[in-house]
């Protein structure tokens, strides 16, 4: 397993932006995929975005355009990108890294909350 720790989160005005980043334990070259999740208040945990090893990334309908997943592997850190922020983006936001034949790794969160 890997060790992630999630950062960049705080309160914002809506249409601001923030920059997330995931920063991990050992290198994330051979992770196969690493991914943004979030969960609100009340609600499951959903898919934000995704990046695999190739490079490969996909995104949460209600988040294209506004917010871009990158992966630096000589920082071994993964970014989240967010603009145009929302009220209806506030949550906790968790990384996760997938390495194939070995359980999932998370991140523990950090809080997101779009608010006037």
């Known amino acids: 397993q890997v060790q992630l720790v999630e950062s960049g989160g705080g309160l914002v005005q809506p249409g601001g932006s923030l920059r997330l980043s995931c920063a991990a334990s050992?290198?994330?070259?051979?992770?196969?995929?690493m991914a943004w999740y979030r969960q609100a208040p009340g609600k499951q945990r959903e898919l934000v975005a995704q990046i695999t090893i190739s490079g490969s990334t996909d995104y949460k309908d209600s988040v294209k355009g506004r917010f871009t997943i990158s992966r630096d592997n000589a920082k071994n850190t993964m970014y989240l990108q967010m603009n145009n922020l929302k009220p209806e983006d506030t949550a906790v936001y968790y990384c996760?890294?997938?390495?194939?034949?070995?359980?999932?790794?998370w991140g523990k969160g950090t809080q997101v909350t779009v608010s006037s």
């Open positions: 996760k890294a997938t390495i194939y034949g070995i359980r999932d790794s």
């Open positions: 050992r290198s994330i070259s051979s992770i196969n995929a």
